[in-house]
T-cell receptor, first 112, second 113 residues
Framework: EPEVTQTPSHQVTQMGQEVILRCVPI?????FYWYRQILGQKVEFLVSFYNNEISEKSEIFDDQFSVERPDGSNFTLKIRSTKLEDSAMYFC??????????FGSGTRLTVV | GENVEQHPSTLSVQEGDSAVIKCTYS??????FPWYKQELGKGPQLIIDIRSNVGEKKDQRIAVTLNKTAKHFSLHITETQPEDSAVYFC????????????FGKGTRLSVIA
């Protein structure tokens, strides 16, 4: 069964450093998403991406965040200057239509 | 925007019993309601979904019901097994357009053998 692949599985970074979280969506999917989950809390929407541009973003997705689909297969989330409160699990998801998401296994980001 | 409330936050059942998790949503425009199962250290996995043009959908031991008027939807797991132990999330969105999936807070289900 096709999978969404995320790397790395765990990333530890110093506060103020930049991190890039990587995702390889399912190949024939057209919609791409990033969500995050702070430990023990619900899964929160960050951003959706369709047709090579952001289609929707939440209040969480401020100027320190950016997304990119650099080569037609990868989908990245960049956090420019990490803060302690950015520590969370970050999930990438993709879908063929605007529903029926498939999620990756996540990247655990720890900011120290 | 959409707001999804989910209850209970934790649920313990004996193996073989049924489990019911309930959700409400606020946006009457929502018409697609998936349920996700999240096991420890993994991403949410879609287990069943329902669209607003039906009131019930069943897949083996799992069923979902939808009451559009009351804006309620529920997940029913029958004959629970230890491997059903996980966190279950309900969610809501529209299946057309760019409205993102909005999740409930999750229910930690423990099936006791």
């Amino acid at each position: 069964e096709p999978e969404v692949t995320q790397t790395p599985s765990h990333q530890v970074t110093q506060m103020g450093q930049e991190v890039i979280l990587r995702c390889v969506p399912i190949s024939n999917h057209l919609y791409f998403y990033w969500y995050r989950q702070i430990l023990g809390q619900k899964v929160e929407f960050l951003v959706s991406f369709y047709n090579n541009e952001i289609s929707e973003k939440s209040e969480i997705f401020d100027d320190q965040f950016s997304v990119e689909r650099p080569d037609g297969s990868n989908f990245t989330l960049k956090i420019r200057s990490t803060k302690l409160e950015d520590s969370a699990m970050y999930f990438c998801a993709s879908s063929k239509w605007s529903y029926g998401y498939t999620f990756g296994s996540g990247t655990r980001l720890t900011v120290v | 925007g959409e707001n999804v409330e989910q209850h209970p936050s934790t649920l313990s059942v004996q193996e073989g019993d049924s489990a019911v998790i309930k959700c409400t949503y606020s946006d009457s425009a929502s018409n697609y309601f998936p349920w996700y199962k999240q096991e420890l250290g993994k991403g949410p996995q879609l287990i069943i979904d329902i669209r607003s043009n039906v009131g019930e959908k069943k897949d083996q031991r799992i069923a979902v019901t939808l009451n559009k008027t009351a804006k309620h939807f529920s997940l029913h797991i029958t004959e629970t097994q230890p491997e059903d132990s996980a966190v279950y999330f309900c969610a809501a969105t529209t299946y057309s357009g760019n409205t993102p999936l909005v999740f409930g807070k999750g229910t930690r289900l423990s099936v006791i053998a």
